[in-house]
């Protein structure tokens, strides 16, 4: 009644929500509720009252969530039974045996019952017999002709010697067929009353007394260990026909466990034992058990649900002891030591033997894998905590330097065309620390199957990535400014790390972490997509990050580890905007006495040249696309959008700064024209070069536009034109290609070409707008 009420509400509800009169939960929620409360409730006339002012379109919609609703009612109680099977198994057990000890007593009440009434009719006959001791002479019958028995008497008293002989004889069949006859004689008896109460109750006594002994013989030889194959079938078997299903089910289930325990007797497992050999010796004893004993089940006792019941449990049972033992002797030490190939091994071992027992209707591998899942997982975090500690080793006396992979990790991460080849460029440069944590990580992704079989596929890329974070810190903590500052990020905790000196060994932090997150670890993670992987295997040419896009997964995992690099890419920014503006005393070079003390000179005497600041953030830029040119192979975009940032946090330093602005607008002196003048070239000068660079984002463009607006809009406050004092911008895109020129040392740039240098020398025309839409991401 309970569940007829929870549908009708669900039902209710949506009908309700197609009508849009019902919001989910609330006070208003209940009291729409109340009406299914009423035991005079009646569901046909409530549809029929909602459906007349429904459309048919909102009546299609109710259908269709009522039958998503079915589906998910069925979910649910297959969910429940899967979650309570163990209970419920062990409550038809039960059920089954009061079922047994009620026909045990039904049966000894049945003999009790006859046994008074043998004795009732026995004290009749006694009676009659005193009172007529002349009937015999009455009918004229003799002694003789009155006390012959019968054939069905005779019968009656030798059967149980009969029957005495066969047991000695251990002739089951015969007698079990003497048995069934003697059953039916004493039926026949009682319906015709061809053996007197007494011969019938000595009768019924002695057929019991031999089942008995018979049972007691069939199961004295089934506990034998030397009774086996058809022997034991047939002692289960006769068993069961004796009425005692119960007994000789557990009798044949305990017959296989002694004889695989006493195998097991030969299997001596060792510390030094190798793990996969003890794992599948003792796969191959308890699983083939099982087996034999399922088979022999099913074949006496089909598919009763008491009896598969009580088979299901107790492969279980055997099943969860066998975990117990492979992972005490094998599992334990190989997964607190981080062997997650050993324990992968094991585990597929294992599930390889349950997998054959699924066609006899006996599904163990979930619990397999409950039972592995925990020493699988402390072997995953081992092996994780592993390689973080082994590249913080490296990384405490990393160089820097990018070079390319040793020889021994080509020749076990390439094909032979492409080792043999001798092409270095499919080949990634990185530091020894990052060529140390990519060659692990691939070692780690070389099995893959039982995380993949056992759901742990987002744990791992979780771990995975916290071990990249945590690497990704310890290059944070490489730059100088973050050793200044002692700072110490989660996960990286007091380790101590090289620090990166140079420019060149600083851009190199940020190409190892950007390989890493956008090639490497990616393909590396494909592995535990199986449809992914049987694509990386048919088109191995197909880029990583193509074939990983198809799994939302994978997608945001990816996302994750672009966040983990921008911290670091904010934090070079973030440094060498500090340097740029700020001398080693913390005074700032951007300042705007820069600007407001140039007017009082002559202007025909000022070499108009941008500003030392620009003039060093232009070289700077300059000499990091050289870097890039090098580091970035393949990853022009990278390159690209780190020059932008960087330009970007100088110019937003500079359109943020308080006390500039102030200074500019309430200084001793007013801005002139003349620092109006050099203001707008230092501006023009930024967007020609990041121009040039294709480095010149959305982002950069408007804060820049803002910027001399605001300058502009100062100058005005004084009661000038700035219109009036600014030459015209051919003049400025002259000086700032001159000065461009005279900076780097290179011809002046014709047709429109750009810097062969230029980190995005080779990026088209499309990609270049791509990067401008997305560059102040």
Known sequence: MASTKSSRSRAAQSGASAKGNVKDGGAKFEENLNVFKSDNFDADAFVQSKCQSLSEKE????????????????EEMRRSVYA?????????????????????????????????????????????????????????????????????????????????????????????????????????????????PVMLLSLQTAIIERRQRLADQLAEAACQPSTRGAELRAAISALKKL????????????????????????????????????????SQLVFSAIAQATSDSLAIFGQETAYTSELVMWATKQTEAFALLVKRHALASSAAAGGLRSAAECVQIALGHC?????????????????????????????????????????????????????????AGRTGAATGGGSMANQPKLSSSAHRFNSMVQEFFEDVGPLLSMQLGSRTLDGLFQVFNSYVNMLIKALPSAMEEEADFEGSGNKIVRLAETEAQQIALLANASLLSDELLPRAA???????????????????????NRNPEQREWKRRLVNSVDRLKDSFCRQHALDLIFTEEGDSYLTAETYIHMDGRNMDEIDWFPSPIFQELYAKLNRMAG????????????????????????????????????DIEEGPKPLGPIGLQQFYLDMKFVMCFASQGRYLSRNLHRTVNDIISKAMAVFSASGLDPNSVLPEDDWFNEICQDAIERLSGKPKMTNGERDPNSPTASVSAQSISSNRSHGSS
């Open 59 to 74: 009546i299609r919609q109710l259908c269709s969530y009522l039958v998503d609703l079915k589906r998910a009612s069925a």
């Open 84 to 196: 309570n099977y163990t209970a419920f198994i062990r409550t038809s057990k039960e059920i089954s045996d009061l079922e047994g000890e009620l026909s045990s007593m039904r049966n000894l009440l049945s003999t009790q019952a006859t046994l008074v009434h043998s004795l009732a009719e026995g004290v009749h006959i006694d009676s009659l017999s005193d009172t007529a001791p002349d009937s015999s002479a009455k009918t004229g019958l003799s002694n003789n002709e009155v006390g012959e028995p019968s054939d069905v008497e005779k019968w009656s008293t030798e059967l149980p010697d009969f029957i005495d002989v066969l047991l000695a004889e251990r002739r089951i069949d015969e007698a079990l067929d003497r048995l069934d006859e003697g059953d039916n004689v004493v039926a026949e008896a009682k319906a015709k009353n061809t053996l007197t």
């Open 243 to 282: 009425g005692d299903g119960p007994r000789a089910h557990s009798l044949l289930l305990n017959a296989h466990f002694q004889r695989y325990q006493y195998n097991m007797q030969s299997l001596r497992p060792s510390s030094t034992s190798y793990g996969g050999a003890y794992t599948a010796a003792l």
């Open 355 to 411: 997998s054959l027992l699924e066609a006899r209707g006996l599904a163990l591998c979930p619990v397999v894998l409950r039972l592995f899942r925990p020493s699988v997982e402390q072997a995953l975090d081992a092996n994780l905590k592993r390689i973080e500690e082994s590249t913080a080793a490296l990384a405490a006396a990393d160089n820097w330097e990018l070079t390319y992979p040793p020889a021994s990790v080509r020749l």
């Open 526 to 548: 494909m592995k535990l997509s199986p449809s992914s992987q049987a694509s990386y295997k048919d088109d191995s040419r197909r880029r990583p990050m193509d074939r990983q």
């Open 627 to 662: 870097f890039a040119v090098d580091m970035f192979v393949g990853r022009e975009r990278f390159a690209t959008l780190l020059l932008m940032r960087l330009t970007e946090t100088v110019i937003l330093w500079l359109s943020e700064d308080q006390t500039f602005w102030e």
